[in-house]
T-cell receptor
Framework: EAGVAQSPRYKIIEKRQSVAFWCNPISGHATLYWYQQILGQGPKLLIQFQNNGVVDDSQLPKDRFSAERLKGVDSTLKIQPAKLEDSAVYLC???????????FGQGTRLTVV | GDSVTQMEGPVTLSEEAFLTINCTYTATGYPSLFWYVQYPGEGLQLLLKATKADDKGSNKGFEATYRKETTSFHLEKGSVQVSDSAVYFCALRATGNQFYFGTGTSLTVIP
């Protein structure tokens, strides 16, 4: 079974530039999550999709972050404009319904200089 | 809101020592509980899980028991190996299907 795919693996941008991350979840997983993991901290939920609808985006900085999940499959997360404090690993995860675990991709390491 | 608090690290142990990493949670309803592990340079992987009170999750010699009365899910292993060196995250799946993670505990096992 293929896992959660993310790209790119690494990205370096200057502050005030824009950046986009892509995620392809495990086939059949209706729920998709984007997390931000700052060095030395645990993953922090940014947004949760159920199919192509947003379930929870309470911690998404909506003035600069946006996300979409077209057709309930792939998802993109965008930052515009980026700030230095956005430097982190951005993790995508997907899960089935019920008491099952979330499966994580390898993440995208973003460095804002 | 729902949250997880886990023991701060880093933890350094000698090979074959006993490991305990404490985790407590706050949640409405009846969450499922998880331990994830992150090896150097790799992504988050599920280590074990428990879905209801008194359930014991186990994998690779690691165990954790879902204690509703103490709202805890402590991770234990009787004899650690160098290959267990990693960062360990306690997590819960809330009733809204969100996953909340602790801050992580870094474990280093020395030969």
């Amino acid at each position: 079974e293929a896992g959660v795919a993310q790209s790119p693996r690494y990205k370096i941008i200057e502050k005030r530039q824009s950046v986009a991350f892509w995620c392809n979840p495990i086939s059949g997983h209706a729920t998709l999550y984007w997390y931000q993991q700052i060095l030395g901290q645990g993953p922090k939920l940014l947004i949760q999709f159920q199919n192509n609808g947003v379930v929870d985006d309470s911690q998404l900085p909506k003035d600069r972050f946006s996300a979409e999940r077209l057709k309930g499959v792939d998802s993109t997360l965008k930052i515009q404009p980026a700030k230095l404090e956005d430097s982190a690993v951005y993790l995508c995860a997907s899960s089935l319904e019920g008491n099952t675990e979330a499966f994580f991709g390898q993440g995208t390491r973003l460095t804002v200089v | 809101g729902d949250s997880v608090t886990q023991m701060e690290g880093p933890v350094t142990l000698s090979e074959e020592a006993f490991l305990t990493i404490n985790c407590t949670y706050t949640a409405t309803g009846y969450p499922s509980l998880f331990w994830y592990v992150q090896y150097p340079g790799e992504g988050l992987q599920l280590l074990l899980k428990a879905t209801k009170a008194d359930d014991k999750g186990s994998n690779k010699g690691f165990e954790a028991t879902y204690r509703k009365e103490t709202t805890s899910f402590h991770l234990e292993k009787g004899s650690v190996q160098v290959s267990d060196s990693a960062v360990y995250f306690c997590a819960l799946r809330a009733t809204g299907n969100q996953f909340y993670f602790g801050t992580g505990t870094s474990l280093t096992v020395i030969p």
